[in-house]
């Protein structure tokens, strides 16, 4: 239901706005954030949302550094009705990262990880107006490498 009709007709995508800021208060060390504001698409029945990040960079050698972040990922969703059927559900994520990054002349290795949790409320069984609560639950771990010339 929520995806193309027909042919001619293009998929409906908000509109995204970011603003981000970065400090360095020593040589060792970067202090970052953005804000990022998505329309309303009404079409979809997609709130307008606006979600931050926070994170640092530390440099305590020339070859290591570490990072570290919070975020959010709130719900474009409209909060969830009790009156209402068949509606999505509405959970608002809130994240942090951490990594650690090695690095020579040429190249760079980082590993890491992040974790995300959130609750609200669904609808899990169809043409009902019963709501229940929900939770969402998420981690990754990832290892990547870089290599100039």
Do not use: C
Not at 19 to 43: E, M, R
Not at 104 to 127: D, E, L, P
Request: proline share 3%.
């Amino acid at each position: 239901p929520d995806g193309q009709s027909s042919f001619g007709e293009k998929r409906k995508y908000p509109t995204q706005v970011s603003l981000g800021v970065a400090y360095f208060p020593s040589q060792s060390l970067v202090i970052s954030s953005d804000l990022n504001y998505y329309t309303k698409v009404g079409q979809v029945n997609a709130d307008a949302v606006l979600n931050l990040a926070v994170g640092a960079e530390y440099y305590f050698s020339k070859f290591w550094a570490v990072r570290g972040g919070f975020f959010t990922d709130y719900a474009n969703t409209p909060k969830i009705s009790s009156t209402e059927m068949n509606q999505n559900e509405h959970i608002d994520l809130y994240g942090t990262t951490l990594s650690v990054s090695h690095f020579t002349r040429n190249t760079s290795v980082t590993f890491g990880g992040g974790y995300n949790y959130g609750s609200g409320t669904a609808q899990i069984i169809g043409n009902s107006t019963r709501t229940q609560d929900a939770e969402s639950l998420g981690w990754m771990l990832f290892l990547s490498s870089a290599f100039s010339y």
